[in-house]
């Protein structure tokens, strides 16, 4: 019953670990349409956390009462500005590089965080998951046009715009590998809504000048909720689940759902064109969860190692 139970508990962790990434594709879909009015990234980025902040203050009278330590307060609001920082260098990457190229750089925190885990359990990581990264890496490579950019000749990489997405792919892979070790006790809700008033702070700095036009604000509201949602307070509260059953390297893994969403939300949505090695990069990602979930989260009684009394 026991082993039941954490198998349970691990398969409903992966599935949340997929449901963030999946979130994160649509907000991306999301953010494009929001940006069509003209506004600045981050004044669109601050009207995204003060709706998440209202959604997570409106939720956390219905949670579980928590019990935070002022240390891991002040940690886990340094871990949602870890996120938000982020969020803002990719949008600085997007800038300066074509999307296929950010995408594809900013995808490098799966291996990254692999590795973290790797050092922290000391550990080589199980034959499935190197196998999975290599999948992810490739799937990116393709599903992300990056691929079809070099074959076409159109490929550009501005210097900066290259440490921007690995600045962003590093402090996402910070963000992911330490969710399962700060107050991982704790209620989701309320846990989530510490690190989102972290990143608001960042926000604060460099778009609360969003406060000085308040038909501007207004006019924000509706996208800023629906981009609360599907990129801070969802996918957040998903890996919030995720890491406190599984390791971040396997949580890495499973958010790679991200790429495939966002290809399918721009196919559907702005009717993007979707290459052949776009398609073959969604399918080695899905394979790479697929083996990920099925192989390291949800091990088949033939393979669990018998245990012996001591």
Known sequence: MEKRTTSTKKLLAGLMGIAAGA???IGGAVSKIVGQGGYTVMHVVMAQFICALLVLCVLTPFSKRPSFSKTSVVKLMVLGAVSTISSITY???IDLLSVGSAVAL???YVWITVVFQAVADRKVPSKIVIFAVVLVIFGTLFSSGLADEFLSGEFTADPLGIVYALICALFYAIFIFFNGRIASDQPAVPRTLVMIIGGFI?????GGDLFLNPHELVEL???GLALGLVMSVIPVLCIVGSSSALP???VAILTSTELPAAVLAGAIIFSETVTPLKAVGVVL?????IITEGGDIIKPKSLEQPKHDT
């Not at 960042?202 to 460099?206: K, P």
């Not at 990602?285 to 969860?289: E, M, P």
Request: proline content about 4%; hydrophobic content about 50%; charged content about 0%.
């Open 23 to 25: 979130s994160y594709g």
């Open 91 to 93: 949008y600085m990457a």
């Open 106 to 108: 900013q995808f490098q």
């Open 202 to 206: 960042v926000t604060l700095f460099c």
């Open 221 to 223: 509201l509706p996208g």
């Open 248 to 250: 971040g390297g396997i």
């Open 285 to 289: 990602i899905l394979v790479s969860v």
